[in-house]
């Protein structure tokens, strides 16, 4: 049956088998070398365009337009003195769709006020009277609800309320409670209008004031930029590792005072933590004793606190979202601490 | 009267020129251009990962250009460099990532546009690919000797057990083959359709799949319809020995796409590839032998020569689709084996058929070959168990 060849044969793939099978027990396995120091380069490529009209450096401290020369800055902003010593502030308000980039080279189709993200901030003392002159020069319906006391006629939520494209609306109130606050759209849907980015920091003195130090305002939000329900850039600001490009100058030992507000979507919670440092917060602001000495607070969404602190030491210090997923899609920022003795420009604006 | 013909013949294709000439002066394409967004596209081709360093190469398969913005990976913006930020149709570029990547981890890989669109690609397990140099050459032809080779040569070593059954049974393991077969074409199919949505979208897999299945189908086809009046003449032996040069054939090109789909799935890390698995595909590949055999298995002398060479035809393709798959892997290329694979095989089948048809007379839907038949795809079915 089976003849001598076929017998050989055989044998010989069995032999081959059997010396393919030593060949791969003997050949040495390759080792995976894991002494590895290098790091992930994390962060943003490139640069952000140079022509772009905001600027988040010059947005952290302006409030009332006071970023525009007086001219220009007659056209959105008054302000009158009242007989009972309260001042009457006038704001004209427009929504306009703009492009905005908000990651180097990555850009946003944004629902905005006077074509920024976020809308320009909005600074009173408590009892001064606030009128926004609203003008819809976007797409949709939009509103201005402001957060504070108002009539319900100000509120800006209902559908009767929403301003159509071409539509004016001139909203008015008191300024209170003293705290920070915020103001956005209140079109439905509600998460795409606040998603889109129509939303702005809305900050009420207290009559005696505050002790003078240099203030600034961070406004944390992110962008859906596929728009697949979760954010792909994050930001203090809207412009992501913004500030690790460009470091936030303070000086050793004076008081910095830092409005944060958290305006994301689709997450739940955000929050700021800032290295090597404890600061004292205020809790929406509303009062003036100091809630929790810490280095990290957490804000729901539209949560807000008043944060007052002094640096210890100079150098450079980080500041981020404790979601450390947020805060490498873009929320991540440096303080760059100097001494007092040395000659720094003046960023605060009168 | 011939030119006039000729005329006639471009006469419809000069119109069509002149047609466009006025829709391109006149038509409404500033309509159609303003009324959409533009439609972005970029599907990955290559993932290299080299120590601490990610290197991806993309094409815009969309019809308009892409600008490519930023990076992330894992879910976190990274530096990145590329010659080529803005890709037109068509256009590729490589964008290089200083990353350290974690071994045997997974990795998401996402291009971020100047409009935001976001493109992932998924990484399930990533391992360094290799690089071609001799070790890795030595390491996937060892790999291909053991999934296609040799299980192939240990399926042949059944020839002498074949030649001892009656023609009953002889049919009974023909229909087992045909089984076995089938089973192979389905599994290559499903694997073609699988690659369908990994080529670019512009290189239309699904029209590919087609015209590689049907090209060697009827090509084989017709080959064998010409050939089939020569055999004739030379006797039912000669028809046997050609039968199965074009099974091992057929597998051949199939075991080419497998060795394709090891190599690459190992060099772009989708697998690693575990002993099971090679096991799994080692048994999967014993029944190939038998496949090749069966047709000879009624002639009493067979040449060891012609052993070997069928042995060889259906098997070392298996090592060329690894060392192909593994450092130079293009999925349209692996999807085009696979319909060349699928076509073959089938014209396999259809060539059984007429054998036993030919040799039993009309009688092939004999309770003995439907259950040959159906043993067949359980084989398949239950040795793919360790492969899946």
């Not at chain 1, 492009?99 to 408590?126: C, H, L, M, S």
């Not at chain 2, 798959?325 to 089938?346: D, E, P, R």
């Not at chain 2, 007379?361 to 309770?367: E, K, N, P, Q, S």
Request: with cysteine.
């Amino acid at each position: 049956m089976i003849d001598g060849k076929y017998a050989i044969a055989l044998v010989v793939v069995f032999l081959v088998a059997i010396f393919m099978a030593y060949l791969a027990l003997m050949s040495p396995q390759e080792k995976v070398e894991q002494k590895t120091h290098a790091i992930a380069h994390l962060g943003v490529e490139g640069e952000y365009s140079v022509n772009d009209k905001f600027d988040p450096y010059i947005y952290l401290k302006s409030w009332n337009f006071n970023n525009l020369p007086d001219t220009e800055r007659q056209k959105y902003y008054r302000e009158t003195d009242l007989s009972d010593g309260t001042k009457l502030r006038e704001y004209w308000f427009y929504a306009q769709d703009e492009k905005i980039e908000i990651a180097p080279g990555v850009f946003y189709d944004a629902w905005t006020y006077n074509g920024q993200v976020p809308g320009p901030t909005i600074r009173a003392t408590e009892g001064d009277t606030i009128r926004i002159y609203f003008k819809n020069d976007g797409s949709k319906p939009h509103t201005v609800h402001f957060h504070g006391f108002h009539e319900a006629e100000m509120d800006g939520a209902m559908p009767d309320d929403f301003i159509n494209p071409g539509e004016n609306f001139t909203y008015e109130f008191f300024a209170e409670p003293y705290g920070l606050h915020l103001y956005h759209c209140h079109s439905t849907p509600l998460k795409d209008h606040l998603a889109r980015g129509l939303y702005g920091i809305y900050i009420v003195d207290p009559k005696q004031g505050r002790e003078p130090a240099n203030e600034m305002i961070m406004l944390m939000n992110g962008f859906d930029t596929d728009f697949d329900g979760e954010n792909d850039v994050y930001a203090v600001n809207t412009k992501a590792f913004y500030y690790v490009k460009h470091p936030i100058k303070v000086k050793k030992g004076e008081l910095v005072r830092i409005y944060v507000g958290n305006m994301v979507e689709n997450d739940p919670i955000n929050s700021i933590h800032i290295h090597a440092n404890f600061f004292n917060e205020f809790r929406t602001g509303t009062s003036m004793v100091p809630g929790e000495y810490t280095d990290i607070i957490e804000l729901g969404q539209g949560e807000r606190a008043i944060i007052e602190m002094r640096f210890n030491n100079t150098g450079m210090y980080m500041f981020h979202a404790h979601q450390t997923e947020f805060s490498e899609l873009g929320w991540m920022g440096m303080f760059q601490v100097e001494s007092s003795e040395d000659p720094h420009e003046d960023m605060v604006m009168k | 009267m011939k030119l006039p013909n000729i005329l006639a013949g471009i006469f419809p294709i000069i119109l069509l020129g002149v047609l466009i000439g006025i829709f391109l002066a006149f038509g409404p394409i500033g309509l159609l251009k303003t009324g959409f967004p533009p439609v972005e596209s970029i599907s990955f081709e290559k993932v290299t990962l080299e120590q601490d360093v990610i290197i991806i190469e993309i094409i815009n398969d969309g019809p308009d250009s892409v600008t490519i913005s930023q990076v992330l990976v894992n879910d976190a913006y990274n530096l990145f460099k590329t010659d080529k930020q803005t890709l037109n149709h068509l256009e590729r570029t490589t964008i290089r990532i200083d990353y350290p990547w974690a071994e045997g981890l997974p990795l998401v890989i996402s291009v971020l546009t100047d409009d935001g669109l976001k493109f992932e690609k998924d990484i399930p397990i990533a391992t360094k690919t290799p690089e071609l140099n001799l070790s890795y050459l030595t390491t996937f032809a060892i790999l291909g000797m053991y999934v296609g080779v040799m299980p192939v040569f240990l399926g042949l070593l059944w020839l002498p057990f074949l030649r001892t059954l009656s023609r009953r049974w002889y049919d009974f393991f023909l229909s087992f083959t045909v089984g076995l077969l089938v089973f192979l074409a389905i599994d290559a199919f499903k694997e073609a359709i699988g690659l369908t949505s990994q080529v670019a979208l512009v290189f239309q897999g699904v029209a590919v799949l087609a015209i590689g299945f049907f090209l060697t189908l009827f090509t084989l086809t017709a080959i064998s319809e010409r050939a089939s009046i020569d055999v004739t003449k030379k006797g039912v032996t000669e028809h046997a020995l050609r039968l199965s040069y074009m099974i091992a054939l057929g597998i051949g090109v199939h075991n080419l796409g497998e060795g394709l789909a090891i190599g690459s799935a190992y060099s772009i890390g989708e697998i690693a590839l575990g002993s099971l698995l090679v096991i799994g595909f080692m048994m999967h590949n014993l029944t190939e032998g038998i496949a090749i055999v069966a047709p000879i298995a009624r002639q009493q002398e067979s040449q060891i020569k012609h052993l070997i060479q069928l042995g060889l035809l259906a098997g070392a393709p298996t090592i060329i689709g690894a060392w192909i798959g593994a450092f130079a892997f293009s999925n349209l290329a692996a999807l085009f084996f696979l319909a060349v694979g699928a076509g073959a095989i089938l014209h396999v089948v259809v060539e059984i058929t007429k054998h036993m048809k030919k040799e039993d007379g009309a009688i092939i839907f004999t309770f003995t070959n439907v259950l040959g038949f159906v043993v067949g795809l359980l084989v398949m079915y239950l040795t793919g168990l360790f492969v899946a």
